[in-house]
């Protein structure tokens, strides 16, 4: 079984190739809502071929989407290219995991399978926190169900809004500064920016942790999850394949499945 698992967010999509033993390759693009099943296609293919594969090698898709309106075309990849029907988190898939919050429906798509991913590796009650275009914090209990969190804005969307809305500051790049009082206007926003987001993550992880009331194991993940490593304590590990193992599970779960 050749798996091709596709997780898309707000702002980057990534393509992973696993071959039933391992990941074999992994790509991403902008996240493009409009993007065509062809020109998904087009750019696949030359990805395939520098690694010895074709679409004809592929056998299995899973698609996990926060973007509805690109699941039509990503649907339309595999069963055209592939001529597979995919398994589509939020709609045809089992997950196995139970969603204790007050609608289970408006989980999110890479929440759930992110919980997925991480209780298969780390035992005991778990807070998540995935740094994308929104930083989410969530918790997994120790039997692997979902119990709910928190949604904050990411810290990119932080910097892009603070370029948009004041007109004399410029667009800056997201780094850790070497000082908290910045010198000069973008030291003073890197620094506002990051250390702030590190008292942001410190600050949530006190309060979800004397709110949970049991250790916590907190696990950092995303796209820009490893701009942290180093400047704080409170996330105990990093791991950037959560969502990858989390959509092999799932893929497993149902292939197994009555």
């Given at each position: 079984m050749m798996l091709l698992a596709i997780e898309q967010g707000n702002t980057n999509t990534m393509f992973a190739v696993h071959n039933d033993?391992?990941?074999?390759?992994?790509w991403r693009t902008a996240t493009e809502a409009n993007r065509t099943a062809d020109e998904y296609a087009v750019w696949l293919t030359q990805l395939?071929?520098?690694?010895?594969l074709g679409f004809e090698d592929l056998d299995g898709c899973i698609i996990s989407s926060v973007v509805?309106?690109?699941?039509?075309n990503l649907r339309n990849l595999s069963r055209r290219y592939m001529n597979v029907e995919p398994l589509i988190v939020g709609e045809n898939a089992k997950l196995g995991i139970e969603v204790r919050i007050t609608k289970p429906t408006e989980a999110g798509a890479d929440r759930l399978v992110n919980?997925?991913?991480a209780h298969l590796t780390y035992p005991g009650d778990l807070l998540l926190i995935d740094s994308g275009t929104a930083t989410t914090f969530d918790v997994v209990a120790a039997d692997g169900a979902f119990e709910g969190g928190l949604i904050a804005p990411?810290?990119?969307l932080s910097l892009h809004a603070l370029h948009e809305a004041a007109a004399?500051?410029?667009r800056i790049a997201i780094q850790k500064p070497e000082r908290v009082i910045g010198k000069d206007t973008v030291q003073a926003m890197q620094s506002g920016v990051f250390w702030g987001y590190i008292a942001l993550i410190e600050g949530l992880v006190d309060r979800i942790k004397a709110e949970w009331g049991a250790p916590l194991t907190v696990i950092g993940t995303g796209g820009v999850?490893?701009?942290?490593?180093?400047?704080?304590?409170?996330?105990?590990r990093f791991d950037p394949d959560l969502t990858i193992r989390g959509l092999?599970?799932?893929?497993?779960?149902?292939?197994?499945?009555?």
């Open positions: 033993v391992e990941w074999i390759a992994q395939l071929h520098m690694n010895g509805p309106q690109s699941i039509f919980a997925i991913g990411g810290i990119n004399k500051l410029p999850a490893s701009l942290f490593e180093g400047a704080t304590t409170s996330i105990d092999l599970e799932i893929w497993r779960r149902n292939a197994t499945k009555d």
